[in-house]
C-alpha cells in the first residue's frame, strides 16, 4: 500500500512539474492572408510571401490580401516609415 500510494505522488509530482514549465505556442500574425469563401475572417493567415499565399489560393476559388492585424499594427517606437502610409510587418 506504501509502494502505491508513493508511486502516485511521485506521478502527480512529475505531471505538476511537466504543467508548470509548458508554455503557450508563441502567436506570430504573417503579413498575407488567403481570404473568400470557406476560410473565415480573416482568413488562413499563414503566408510570409504574396508567392506563398498565391500557390495556396491557386485553383480553389479565394483570394489572397494583406493580413489586418499586421497592416494595422502600430509600429514600434523609433521606427520610420521609408515614405508616408507604408505597412509594419515586423
Do not use: H, K
Request: proline share 8%; glycine share 14%; aromatic share 12%.
Amino acid at each position: 500500500m506504501r509502494n502505491l500510494v508513493a508511486a502516485i505522488l511521485a506521478l502527480s509530482g512529475i505531471g505538476v512539474v511537466g504543467l508548470a514549465g509548458a508554455s503557450p505556442a508563441m502567436a506570430y500574425d504573417y503579413p498575407w492572408c488567403v481570404q473568400g469563401r470557406g476560410v473565415g475572417v480573416p482568413g488562413d493567415c499563414s503566408y510570409e510571401t504574396i508567392e506563398q499565399c498565391r500557390a495556396s489560393a491557386s485553383g480553389r476559388g479565394v483570394y489572397c490580401n494583406i493580413n489586418p492585424r499586421v497592416a494595422f499594427r502600430r509600429a514600434p517606437r523609433g521606427y520610420s516609415a521609408p515614405y508616408p502610409g507604408a505597412y509594419y510587418y515586423r
